[in-house]
């Protein structure tokens, strides 16, 4: 395996897969390489039914500080409308791996630590749910070389922590830290960084305990409702309330309730 395959890593541990974001030296930093195994990873987590459960993480000190500018630097001699044509071909290569993120039926847990910048910061958002370290710190940093964001932050980011809020985000760049990601929404927790990989898996364990229909369609119905009318939403409710009525976690959800015990999901 060479080194531009290990940028990063997909683990497997029953039903969960963990994309390990494996480029500590640079800041877990995004080059052309890792942007292909991130795609490819995606895609092959996308392709397993097996999968209830995913989580995203970054070895070494930090998550992920935002694209490897190195990469850009090496396109900068060309003319203008050469550099317009490979960019945009690269950022929509990538935005596969956040579109089928979005699409998966499990649940997509980020697990931060450190720096979450630039597409760091969008990968993250792109997620279901987030645990961040207390020393995590979280900039857009995309205006502060002139670009503008990719990798699905300005859908994610509105939808998130609103409007007003995601404009600031973004436009001002200004670094800000776990407790304001918190205050804001854009993170679920916030733990001593020691105690990170214990919380992160106690959330695993809840997900992949959980009744697998019934929490596929709750981020089905979710992720769908911002283009949804009311009456669309209500069908779609209803539709899925039906199909989880149909399902044995249900059988077994409601005799767990009424002999006052735990229920045992997915038996």
Not at 54 to 62: A, D, M, Y
Not at 155 to 168: N, Q, T
Not at 197 to 219: C, S, Y
Not at 248 to 254: K, L, N
Request: a neutral charge.
């Amino acid at each position: 395996m060479t080194a531009a395959d290990e940028s990063i890593l997909l683990q497997r541990d029953g039903p969960v897969a963990t994309l390990v974001l494996n480029r500590p030296q640079s800041l877990n930093t995004l080059d052309l390489a890792m942007m292909q195994r991130l795609v490819a990873h995606v895609a092959a987590i996308a392709a397993d039914r097996e999968v209830r459960c995913v989580v995203v993480r970054g070895n070494g000190r930090h998550f992920m500080a935002g694209g490897d500018l190195r990469t850009f630097a090496d396109r900068l001699g060309a003319p203008g409308s050469e550099r317009q044509a490979w960019f945009t071909t690269m950022v929509d290569e990538l935005h596969a791996a956040i579109e089928q993120l979005q699409r998966l039926p499990a649940p997509v847990i980020a697990s931060v630590h450190g720096a979450v910048a630039g597409f760091g910061l969008s990968l993250m958002a792109a997620c279901d749910l987030a645990i961040a370290a207390e020393d995590a710190y979280f900039n857009s940093a995309y205006r502060n070389i002139a670009l503008s964001p990719d990798g699905g932050a300005t859908y994610s980011l509105p939808r998130v922590v609103g409007a007003k809020k995601a404009m600031e985000i973004l436009l001002l760049g200004q670094r800000f830290d776990a407790a304001e990601a918190l205050r804001i929404g854009l993170v679920n927790r916030v733990v001593p960084a020691a105690e990170l990989a214990r919380v992160t898996q106690e959330l695993v364990d809840t997900i992949v305990n959980g009744p697998r229909v019934a929490l596929a369609n709750i981020k089905r119905l979710v992720v769908r409702s911002s283009a949804s009318s009311l009456s669309e939403q209500l069908h779609a409710e209803a539709m899925s309330f039906g199909q989880c009525a149909a399902s044995d976690d249900f059988v077994e959800g409601i005799d767990a309730f009424l002999q006052k015990r735990s229920p045992t999901f997915g038996r």
